[in-house]
């Protein structure tokens, strides 16, 4: 079973603002005029960054009105990034404090702080009222959740009427085993990586009916391949994915690169209708 506070530890990082700053500093933007676009290296915690994003844009882009929840919202990139593009207010609710703490402060930083606003607490047991949202999305966020069918039946509370639900998640393809550490898990005890099938399944065990289902197995071996080589020539970026990963960083990355080109892991998207 998957331990919540093993999961907090795992993400939690009271130095993370200041390593920001930094980085933006070295990358000589602003402070007093940040972009959402600078923050997207290292505020899109996901395979394929603000690309990555963009799929689950092109599926809320169909809901015309209304608040969206994110679940398990980071740092709160993808929901500045969504809020942006689709002119909508956020809630995010994540589990580790620090990430919202910071999150918050990026939003305000970017001038998004009255479109998103993120809250600490488990996609469990969320503090949002039933039938408040038009529609919710979670982005690389089950693979930290075994409980799925409560996940879901959370999600579907949260949800009004026939309301979408979109999911981009790192997922299972065949039976191998993981090698860890993965950016998500530094071992086994903290990751819940299923395969698309079983989303599909646990969603329609509480009452979505789901409306698409892939695998992004060839966009996300492009991402990484184009990372690798961008790698290579300019060394690693002031601002990155790194600065989450702690000491770690590296084989974090090349655990999970190796197995998404190698096709055992893949990242899914899911778009699902609540009853
Ligand atoms: C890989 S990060 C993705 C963050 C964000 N969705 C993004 O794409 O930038 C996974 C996030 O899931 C959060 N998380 C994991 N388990 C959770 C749970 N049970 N409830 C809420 N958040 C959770 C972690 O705290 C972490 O911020």
Redesign the pocket.
């Known amino acids: 079973m998957v331990n919540?506070k093993f999961?907090?530890a795992h993400?939690e990082n009271e130095d993370l603002f200041k390593m920001i700053e930094e980085g933006l500093k070295t990358m000589a933007v602003d402070l007093d005029n940040v972009k959402i676009e600078d923050l997207s290296p290292v505020?899109?915690?996901?395979l394929g960054g603000a690309d990555g994003?963009r799929f689950v844009i092109e599926e809320l882009k169909k809901v015309k009105k209304g608040e969206f929840v994110?679940?398990?919202?980071?740092?709160g990139?993808?929901a500045r990034h969504i809020s942006k593009i689709l002119d909508r207010k956020i809630k995010g609710?994540?589990?580790?404090p620090s990430?919202v703490r910071y999150g918050n402060k990026l939003s305000d930083l970017v001038g998004e702080k009255d479109s998103v606003d993120l809250i600490q607490?488990?996609?469990?047991d969320t503090p949002f009222a039933s039938d408040t949202f038009d529609a919710a999305y979670?982005?690389?966020?089950g693979?930290?959740?075994d409980k799925k069918v409560e996940?879901f039946e959370e999600v579907k509370r949260l949800l009004k009427p026939e309301s979408l639900f979109v999911i981009y998640d790192v997922m299972a393809v065949g039976t191998y085993p993981i090698d860890y550490p993965v950016?998500?898990a530094s071992n086994e005890s903290e990751s819940a990586v299923e395969n698309l099938e079983n989303y599909c399944k646990y969603l329609e065990q509480v009452g979505f009916t789901v409306t698409k289902s892939q695998l992004l197995a060839e966009f996300a071996k492009r991402f990484i391949e184009q990372t690798i080589e961008k790698r290579k020539i300019q060394g690693i970026a002031p601002l990155g994915l790194h600065l989450l990963l702690g000491e770690t960083a590296d084989i974090k990355m090349r655990n999970v690169f190796d197995q998404v080109l190698k096709g055992s892991l893949a990242p899914g998207l899911i778009v699902a209708q609540a009853p």
């Not at 994110?70 to 740092?75: H, K, Q, R, S, T």
């Not at 979670?138 to 966020?141: G, R, S, Y």
């Open positions: 919540e999961v907090t993400y505020d899109e915690f996901h994003t994110d679940i398990g919202c980071g740092l990139g993808p609710i994540d589990l580790t990430f607490g488990s996609a469990l979670m982005v690389h966020v693979m930290n959740i996940l950016p998500w």
